[in-house]
Structures are given as structure tokens and as C-alpha cells.
């Protein structure tokens, strides 16, 4: 029995395909997915920082594909850095403490290790910002980035309400926390 060309050419392929490992880490739910439905463009949360070293914000503002980032901090101890923050689980209680805001939001359930790939940020933690969008030096920040995988839409799996942004030192300590907080739009006075 001979084989079409193509069906030889396919398995072939496959063969190929298989015997070959990659170095791709995604999460048990896959990639992520980019969000498409954010209920209102232009929805604002802002997380403000204000401990007795670092200040200042992490706003994050709906796009109609995810959400545009500004980091405005200053405070940072310039022999602590390289800083990573993320999106962690809950937001920070009334004491204050940094370490019961949970995890990083890792909604496809991947994991932090081994570390994000950041020319692939559909397979990151989807909480994992500095992993996606490179780490920051102190004393004083200031960056913008699009996350296309973060949502402000509360059936999305990278919804942000009502969580916290965490900045860590290079040890991983966490040295810094806000709730993220929704800005009330403001009506245009009519007169």
C-alpha cells in the first residue's frame, strides 16, 4: 500500500513535532486570554502607595483589549531593586500587612517557576506585571505599559477589583502595598 505524499509529509511532521521539548511553561487552564469585554472604557482603579518610605500610585484604566498601566512611585531604596509588582489575590487589610494580600493572581493556575517569558506574556501569571513588562529601579519610577490580560470585567479570569498591587525587593520581601480602588466617575456639571 503506498501513502499519499501528503498524508506521508503530515506524519513526518508530527513525528518531528514530538521529539522535540520546548521550554514553554502555561498555565493548567492554557494561555491566557486576551480581555475583549471591559464594561466600560476608561474605568479607572488607582493603588495608593502611602508608606512611610514609598509613595505615589499604580493606576489602571480599561481599554476595549485590557488595560493601560502607570506606575508614579517614589520612595524606592536604591540598593534593594531590582523591584517586581504584581496583582495580588486580596486587597490589603486595615493592618497593613502586605503578606495577607495572598498571591499573585495566577488565574490559568501556571505558577511563578520557572519565571515568566516575557516575549510570551499569554503564558505568565496573569498578575505577574514586572514579568511581562520588566522590573524597576528605585529611588523614583515612572512607566506605562498595555496589559492585554488583566480584566475589569468581574466574569473575566484577570479581573483586578478589589485586589492589591504589591511591589517585592530583589529578596522578594514585600516591601510595598495598595488596594486597587475604583475612581467614581464624576458627572460633567450641566449649566
Known sequence: MQLPLSLIALLGAATLGAGQETNVTTGALG??????????????????????AV?????????????????DVTGLAVD?????????????????????TGGHLDSYVRGDTPPCDKSMPQTCEVGDLSGKY???????????????????????LG???????VFHDASGARIACA??????KVEACQG
Open 179 to 184: 488596594s486597587l480602588k475604583q475612581v467614581e
Open 55 to 71: 509613595k505615589g500610585t499604580m493606576s489602571a484604566v480599561a481599554q476595549p483589549i485590557g488595560i493601560n498601566y502607570t506606575i
Open 31 to 52: 494561555d491566557a486570554r486576551q480581555v475583549r469585554n471591559n464594561p466600560t472604557i476608561g474605568e479607572t482603579w488607582i493603588a495608593t502607595f502611602d508608606s512611610d
Open 134 to 156: 520588566g522590573t524597576v529601579e528605585g529611588p523614583d519610577v515612572k512607566k506605562e505599559f498595555h496589559d492585554l490580560y488583566t480584566a475589569m470585567n468581574i466574569i473575566q
Open 80 to 100: 534593594k531593586g531590582p523591584y517586581k509588582y504584581h496583582v495580588h489575590l486580596r486587597a490589603v487589610p486595615e493592618s497593613g500587612n502586605c503578606t495577607e
Open 159 to 165: 479581573y483586578i477589583g478589589n485586589r492589591s498591587i
